[in-house]
């Protein structure tokens, strides 16, 4: 769960659940100031870690950290003395956070590889849609070939059937083009998102009979990685409402609010108790849990809002840099 930081809410949590961390926080660095000894530093340190684990959030500790120090600088101290202390508080505040400063970097780390799993999950989908394309369409073509020669050697063959099956064959080729441009859409890095977008809500509409639409309000085209991201995004999206949402209508839709990326999918359809299902799937990794590791590894947020019988609405912001 994410805290939302205010003073209010650090105050009520300092009388209610949380008085230790600011107490022990007060004490350790007494202690430090005292005497200076590395156990008291060791102390500031887990005092970090724990606060970490328990979402106390960088700006609580600093002004745990203020307040402390307000309370235990002497009023009398000469500007000598005064400066004595405040380095020595310095670093004890420093080793609080360094726990903060490992788990950012380690959330950073974690992003660079989880940008390359993605990177190499766009080539295996390229991979996939090749293959779809070029050898599913090979095969359909020898069916025809051999439907040819299987009507020549057959005279009293009803040809009315024939022309049929030949029909349904070359829709089915045309479909499987259809899924391979859309599984990697080579329309998105020649004419980028927006095209993409509508080529896969044209589809989309025609399969499953939900109107599909597109609103956007982008100018120009925006960075590869965060094109592709949320084209996989919206794709996913768009999937759940086939697979799931009874929808009759689904909007993807995209917008500038300053230097930040806005974009929404939404539909009409049965909805459903997020809460339920985010704790349910939280350890598979795929669908709406990917959706947000994949826009959180770009730096921007995900949030669903859904309820059963009230549609379902996926948001999503990215910060661009401008
Ligand atoms: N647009 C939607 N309409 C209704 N239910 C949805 C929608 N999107 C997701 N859900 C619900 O959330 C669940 C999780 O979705 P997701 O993470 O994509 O996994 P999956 O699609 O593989 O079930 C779905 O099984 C479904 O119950
Ligand atoms: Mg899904």
Not at 83 to 107: D, I, K, T, W, Y
Not at 158 to 164: C, H, I, V
Not at 239 to 258: C, D, F, P, S, Y
Request: proline share 3%.
């Amino acid at each position: 769960m994410h805290l939302r930081w205010s003073r209010d809410t650090w105050e009520a949590d300092l009388k209610g659940k949380r008085p230790d961390i600011a107490a022990e926080y007060t004490a350790a660095l007494k202690d430090y100031l005292a005497k200076r000894e590395e156990a008291a530093l060791t102390r500031a340190y887990e005092i970090g870690r724990e606060a970490l684990g328990e979402s106390v959030g960088v700006l609580e500790i600093a002004t745990v950290h203020h307040q402390a120090l307000r309370r235990l600088l002497p009023k009398q101290a000469t500007a000598s003395e005064a400066g004595q202390l405040l380095a020595a508080a310095e670093n004890f505040f420093v080793e609080s956070l360094s726990p903060f400063e490992m788990s950012h970097r380690g959330a950073r780390e974690a992003n660079t590889a989880l940008r390359s799993i993605n990177e190499t999950m766009e080539e295996q989908a390229k991979r996939i849609a090749h293959s779809l394309h070029d050898e599913a369409g090979q095969l359909l073509a020898s069916v025809h070939i051999e439907l040819d020669r299987w009507a020549r050697e057959t005279p009293d063959l009803d040809p009315e059937r024939l022309s049929k099956i030949k029909q349904m064959l070359d829709e089915t080729g045309e479909q499987l083009r259809r899924l391979s441009h859309e599984l990697c859409p080579p329309i998105l890095g020649d004419r980028g998102l927006r095209a993409a977008l509508e080529f896969l809500a044209e589809g989309v509409s025609e399969r499953s009979g939900i109107e599909v639409t597109v609103k956007w309000a982008v100018e120009g085209r925006l960075p590869l990685m965060v094109e592709t991201a949320l084209y996989r995004v919206v794709q996913q999206g768009l999937n759940n409402v086939i697979k799931h949402g009874r929808a009759t209508w689904a909007t993807a839709e995209l917008q500038m609010k300053g230097s930040l990326l806005r974009c929404s999918v939404r539909d009409d359809g049965v909805g459903f108790d997020v809460a339920t299902v985010l704790s349910k799937n939280g350890k598979r990794g795929l669908g709406l849990v990917g959706m947000g590791e994949r826009v959180r590894s770009l730096g921007g947020t995900f949030k669903v809002l859904s309820a059963p019988g009230k549609g379902t609405e996926l948001l999503i912001t990215i910060p661009l840099e401008k």
